[in-house]
């Protein structure tokens, strides 16, 4: 008996033929693609029209699944980059004080 689901982002499924596990990265309507992951990281993308052909039952995520390590870096450079703009912030901030502190030693000075 054929399944037919529709490509879920996050959601596991199972290709009964194959007996291979993956989840759905993304879908995309515009250009009727999906992309998903294998359990080895493998990323493929197919069409809409090969999705609904395979025989699929949702399945639950694999026990000890660890995300890829792409995702898991781009996660750290997300907050390297928020840390950054925060030292930045605070950088800005500080020099804005210095400024502050000259112009009033000079305005001292006219005294």
Do not use: C
């Amino acid at each position: 008996m054929s399944r037919d689901y529709e490509p879920v982002p996050g959601q596991w499924y199972e290709n009964l033929e194959d007996e291979e596990s993956f989840r759905v990265l993304k879908v995309d309507e515009d250009s009727e693609l999906v992309e998903i992951e294998h359990l080895d990281g493998e990323i493929e993308e197919m069409d809409l029209e090969t999705w609904h052909e395979m025989d699929l039952e949702q399945t639950k995520e694999p026990e000890g699944w660890a995300e890829s390590e792409d995702e898991d870096e781009d996660d750290d450079e997300e907050e390297d980059e928020d840390d950054e703009d925060e030292d930045d912030w605070d950088e800005d901030d500080d020099e804005d004080d210095d400024e502050d502190w000259d112009d009033e030693d000079e305005e001292h000075e006219d005294y």
